[in-house]
């Protein structure tokens, strides 16, 4: 978690990226599930009902948003037939 908006509004709340983006994801009513292996991680990833995300705060992280999946694009048809094969 490099980005730097994330880290800003992070450090206003004395918070790390990946905090303000969870609190993020849940004052946009979507369900969270993090997964971590680590301790601290597992713990840092609960420490995200002590604060609140102001409007400047939600507004700033959503204009990140490139309406672009960075993993694969949803329109290919070759990524489509191998999620279904997946499941």
């Known amino acids: 978690f490099t980005n730097p908006v994330l880290n800003e509004i992070g450090k206003k709340h004395d918070k790390s990226a990946a905090q303000v983006a969870l609190r993020f994801l849940l004052q946009s009513d979507v369900v969270?599930?993090?997964?971590?292996?680590?301790?601290?991680?597992?713990?840092?990833?609960i420490n995200v009902f002590d604060f609140t995300l102001d409007v400047s705060?939600?507004?700033?992280?959503?204009?990140?948003?490139?309406?672009?999946?960075?993993?694969f694009s949803h329109y290919d048809p070759a990524i489509a037939e191998m999620m279904i094969k997946l499941h």
């Open 32 to 45: 969270v599930i993090p997964k971590s292996t680590h301790k601290e991680r597992m713990e840092e990833n």
């Open 57 to 71: 705060d939600m507004n700033a992280i959503q204009a990140l948003d490139e309406k672009e999946s960075l993993f």
